[in-house]
């Protein structure tokens, strides 16, 4: 397990505890839908990471976020894979001040051997009265009864007073001793619209650690946006001044902006050893996979000049850098590429490599262990001997992180959740079928200079297994005429969100890997609107829209563009069929909160 160094002379340092919410706060980006498996998927990730507490979802926001809650605390709380030393994870459910919220949540986490309730309540003046509107004194009396409640159910209990960093400090320093007599054990601190500077918020947690009553008695946590790209540095600020858990997400995804980045902080832990009072447990080897999973999964491009992740952030251009780096590679390398997960290894892959070597540089790449189901495995090795044949100069790390991307995306896209055990006849989650809806069994495309392009395209229809096929003609391309002919066999119309190709590795025989994003035609965040029929007490009303409507994203790899484009946007077009069978994510008719 990759950590801080700690020199023998120094002071004993506290554990950092690292608590991810990519699958709730992270999830809820302008446009991100993740299915559940996808989801448990990322859990299991998170796990092998290191991550000391996920928080998993906000199970009362639809039946399809209780199961997916309830199935990450069953099928991942337990789990040890690669947490050499330390505890399982803690499952965390995220809930308003209101008791529905808190008993759903803690009905979703329950089965995890360990497990939490997150409660919150907003405390700054803006909020109590133009968004809550109930006086100071209502705030803190609802504190008592909601941390006294979700404390009555769960002995971990962490409370949050959302929009702190606006908050009046007198007045947040009560509303956190009532907290705290009440039972919560963890003080979230969110600087929840990313307005504070690093000197501020780290002064906001010495203060309140000073003059909270029976502040010695919990752990104050830090949970900061990154609206004016302060989020790593507020976050680290909090630790210094007495911080021991640090809420984040992977590659910094979130709302609007997004949160504080787990690879920035961890690695500022890691690459000053001797400044910060906390050493982590997180192995660091697996960030560079991990960051490629949630990119793949959320369809959350990482941009290339990202802080440890990205993919300029261990490239140098400068003649005088690559010089420099040749001699002596910390000449302009603070982190080794390899610390991450970027390799640097000289293990070739060619037509002739078997299992084993295959596997091994999986190992190396941060696939190793149940990164990989068997049958993914299996998949992507009879995929590599494929692409082996195709290519000349041999299959580069580029193509194998592509291959599994491919895998992944191909394999999370359709397959479905069972509904939760104690689910009602109105909340009950439908079951989707044991397999993605199309698979692509033939493309033939027509196209050049001067030429109207044209793809017949043929789609296996599992679900009522017959073969379908249909063509198209298209003014802009093959790959429109490709997606126009699928169009017309699924029978819907798709809007093209995006669409991204990159080449994995050099030469005329590279692959190109296909990201796509795609929303049914015709939606509009204008036209979701509340189900609502009474006027509900501001903090029990509907979580409303948050401006978004559901967009599904797909990936594949292939020496062809075009194949890979049909793949990928099939993919894509599997989810957006599997969502609509089942509902996987929180309704987008019913959700938004931001901490």
Known sequence: MASSTISPSSPAKSKLIVFDTTLRDGEQSPGVTLNTEEKIEIARQLSRLGVDIIEAGFPVASPGDFNAVQRIAREVGGLMEGRDGLEPMVICGLARSVKKDIQTAYDAVKDAPRHRIHVFLATSDIHLEFKLKISRDECKARIREMVGFAKSLCADIEFSPEDAGRSDRAFLCEALAVAIEAGATTLNIPDTVGYNT??????????????????DSVIFSTHCHNDLGLATANTLAGISNGARQVEVTINGIGERA???????????????????PVHHTINTRLLFSTSRMV??????????????VGRNAFLHESGIHQDGVLKNKTTYEIIRPEDVGVTTGNLALGKHSGRHAFKTKLEELGYGGAALSDAQFQTAFAKFKDLADSKKAGVTDGDMHALVADIRSTSLSGPASAQPDDATAEESVSEEPAAVQYTLKQLHVFTGVNVMPTATVTLHDAHRGVDLTDVAVAKNGPIEATYSAIQRI?????????FTVSATSVGQDTQ??????????????????SSATASPKPEEQLLTSYGAVPKFS???CNVDIITASAKAYLTAVNRMVSHDSADNRASHKQRNVEI
Request: charged share 15%; proline share 4%; hydrophobic share 35%.
């Open 295 to 308: 990119e793949d999964l959320s369809g959350m491009v990482v941009q290339a000049n990202k802080a440890i």
């Open 554 to 556: 797909g990936v594949a």
């Open 512 to 529: 190109g890997k296909v990201s796509v994003r795609i929303a049914q035609s015709g939606s509009s965040s204008s036209s979701v609107v």
């Open 198 to 215: 690093p000197h501020e918020y780290g002064a906001l947690i010495a203060h309140l650690k000073q003059n909270t009553p029976g502040a």
């Open 490 to 498: 699924i029978g819907r119309d798709i809007e093209l969100l995006n």
């Open 258 to 276: 997004g949160n504080t980045s787990l690879e920035e902080v961890v690695m500022n832990i890691h690459t000053h050893p001797d400044t910060y």
